[in-house]
């Protein structure tokens, strides 16, 4: 087995158990391996550290399976972790009876580069780094006895894989197409999910819980929900009594699947809802403009940093909009805001809240820090700011 040396005093994020090695930390690779192939890794010294799978043409040079250098890496490996990944969710009882939850979330679950999905008795999978693409195999046979799913589709399609030299790979991998739409039961809502051409692997299931805050808070309230994709948000304010729920998003195909999910709904009142195609930026200043107020506002936009060095800009885009919010606010009114930024720290985001606020002349306090539900836990050693942030803020 090739091994990985690290620069002398190097070591000390390994110490930590953070999972990924910079190529800046990495002094010289004794030996041969290809993309995906487990490296032995040892500090300057030659102290034995981790074992991980190569990267060569990643700035993530090697992402670290075990800390214990002695733990083989083989098929059992992935299939003790699947099922205990499987076995986590499983004992979580906020989670049973939901048909969309996470599987395997990726570092957290100890399985680097692995996103999985569960819609029904579909999943979804997303192998985004050399690892994991290198395990494919065993992967999947082990996904599929711990699920007992009857199919999996592969959403390899993320943009992280080029920069790992992967080339995007979709398609399915285990069963056929279901002959239906995919349905799944969301909190009492029924929503579609395109797992084939959908964002993500289909739909968002990072916002579960703060849906289902939605509707605990939309009762007797009027709703603007932005960038609201298929509707999550929108269905479950109806559902939870609101007064109106005006949706904008960019996307036609998103807005129509949205009017379609409303449709799988006809408990819910569809004459409050109204479907909005507009670029949300303009779009919030023209509400301004024509004298619009609301009681309750979402904004879940798409990721405006995927990394730090986008950070500025992202932050400008961020402030503006929750400017725009702040301003449309009826006195007493709620502002779930969220942000799915890698680049940008809970911190710095809820900062820009604040300064958005101050903008805007409005008096705002924090009432909840809002985040992902139980089944996308977050490793302790790992960025808190590759994964989602939300504030629920009250105006005066």
């Known amino acids: ?8 005093g190097k070591d000390r994020s390994l110490a930590r158990r953070h999972p990924w090695i910079f190529a800046g930390i990495v002094d010289r690779l004794n030996g041969r391996a290809r993309p995906g192939d487990t490296v032995d890794v040892v500090a300057a010294n030659g102290r034995p550290l981790a074992r991980a799978a190569w990267s060569p043409e990643s700035k993530i ?25 499987v076995a986590r969710r499983q004992a979580m ?46 992967i999947l046979a082990a996904l599929r006895e711990a699920s ?10 993320s943009d992280v894989r080029r920069l790992e030299g992967l080339e995007p790979v979709t398609g399915w991998v285990f069963g056929e197409a279901p002959a239906e739409p995919l349905v799944i039961v969301e909190n009492g809502v029924r929503i579609g999910v395109d797992v084939v051409a959908g964002h993500k692997t289909g739909f968002y299931l990072d916002q579960r819980d703060n849906r289902l805050l939605t509707r605990e808070l939309a009762g007797g309230r009027t709703t603007l929900n932005c ?4 509707g999550g948000f929108s269905l479950q304010a109806l559902a939870g009594g609101a007064t109106s729920v005006l949706s904008i998003d960019s996307s036609g195909p998103a807005l129509s699947t949205a009017v379609d999910n409303l449709a799988r709904n006809p408990e819910l009142a569809a004459d409050r809802a109204e479907w909005r195609q507009a670029d949300v930026f303009s779009e919030l200043r023209v509400l301004k403009s024509a004298g619009h107020r609301f009681d309750l506002i979402i904004l879940d936009p798409p990721k405006f940093a995927p ?29 779930m805001t969220y942000s799915c930024s890698g680049g940008i720290r809970s911190e710095h985001f809820q900062q820009i809240v604040t300064d958005a606020a101050i903008d805007a002349g409005r008096q705002t306090r924090l009432l909840r820090r809002l985040a992902a539900p139980a089944d996308h836990p977050v490793a302790l050693n790992f960025s808190e700011g590759e994964y989602l942030k939300g504030l629920l803020c009250q105006v005066d």
């Open 227 to 230: 960038f609201c994709y298929t």
């Open 93 to 138: 009882p906020g989670l049973r009876g939901q048909d969309g939850l996470r599987l395997i979330h990726g570092e957290s679950d100890g399985l680097p580069g692995l996103i999985v999905d569960r819609y029904g008795d579909t999943l979804v999978v997303q192998l985004t780094a050399t690892g994991p693409e290198k395990w494919r195999r065993a």
């Open 148 to 157: 007992g799913c009857a199919r999996i589709y592969e959403r390899s399609d």
């Open 1 to 8: 087995m090739a091994q990985l040396v690290l620069l002398p």
């Open 61 to 85: 040079r090697a992402r670290v399976w075990t800390f214990d250098p002695d733990e083989t890496i083989d098929d059992v490996f992935f299939k003790r972790h699947i099922h205990a990944a």
């Open 307 to 335: 990394s730090a060095q986008h950070a500025e800009r992202a932050a400008r885009a961020y402030r503006d909009i929750n400017v725009c919010a702040f301003r449309l606010l009826n006195p007493g009114g709620l502002l």
